[in-house]
Structures are given as C-alpha cells and as structure tokens.
C-alpha cells in the first residue's frame, strides 16, 4: 500500500518524454536567434530540427532560405545602399519567420507540447557566436572588397 504525503514535494521523471522524437533545439529558441546571431543561423537550426523531427522536406526549405538569405546579402552588401541592406535583412527575417520559422513551433507544440527531448541551447548560443562573427568578417571583406565602406575617410592634414 503506498501513502501520498501531501506535503512532499513533486517529483519529476525523465522517463514522461515522448520517445519517438531525438532530442531537437527548442524552436521559439532557434527563431529568436535570427533577432541576435542572423537568420541564417536561425535556419540551420531549424533545418537541424526538422531533420530530427523526420520532416525532410521542411529542412531542405530552410537550407534554402539560409543559402539564399547568404548569397543576397552578399550581392546586396558589394552593390547596394546601406538602407537597401537593412530592408532586405528585416525583410528575411520577417519572410523566413512567418514562412518556415513558425510552422516549427507549431509542430513541435502540435505533437509534443513542451514534452519532449531538448538539445543544449547553450551549445547553440556558442555556435552563432561563432557563425555571426565569421559572417559579419566575410561581409566586411565584401564590402571593402567592392568599395561600399560606408565610414567616409578623412584626409589628414
């Protein structure tokens, strides 16, 4: 016979998960690191995810976007106005959010709720450190490369 202590405090098990999904970054996560390391980086988690998650389809259309999001922005930094840039970069984050990055969350919350296996967003965190420090580096070179530094030199008397 077991007796429930009313005062004990709740246990938690590890075993509640859902075993038919592999651990996967939290989607509303993997979205707003669009807002602080670039969508790009936004996409390749979510395309990490949907992998896991078996969905095929839905990581190659992110792989997409993250290819085409880099290559405009690279075209856009070497020809385009500094106003141009900024309006494309808002521009995709909106786009790849509403289009791709939603449909995750709503998914994930769908057929798990908050019941399944998280990978370490930490790890990730340090990841788009990394990817948005060498892309902004590849962007800078671009820009330097093409003549569209928008820092006006001052000649030295």
């Known amino acids: 016979m077991s007796i429930n202590n009313p005062y004990e405090a709740p246990q938690s098990s590890l075993s509640n998960y859902n075993n038919d999904c592999e651990p996967i970054f939290n989607p509303f996560a993997a979205s707003c690191f669009a807002i602080l390391f670039s969508t790009p980086f936004a996409c ?6 949907w992998k896991k ?9 992110n ?8 290559v405009i922005s ?19 984050l909106l786009v790849w959010y ?10 994930v919350k ?9 990978r370490n967003i930490w790890m990730a965190a340090l990841a ?12 800078t070179i671009v820009m330097v490369a093409f003549g569209n530094v ?7 008397e």
């Open 53 to 61: 998650l078996g969905n095929e389809e839905m990581a190659k259309a």
């Open 63 to 70: 792989w997409i976007a993250c290819i085409a999001i880099i």
């Open 74 to 92: 690279f075209i856009l930094i070497a020809l385009a106005s500094n106003i141009v840039i900024n309006l494309f970069s808002i521009a995709s």
């Open 98 to 107: 509403f289009l791709l990055g939603s449909k995750q969350q709503k998914f």
């Open 110 to 118: 769908e057929n798990y709720g908050n019941d399944y296996p998280r």
């Open 128 to 139: 788009g450190l990394g990817f948005v420090s060498l892309y902004v580096i590849l962007l």
């Open 44 to 49: 390749i988690l979510h395309a990490m995810n």
């Open 150 to 156: 928008p820092i006006e030199t001052v000649p030295v």
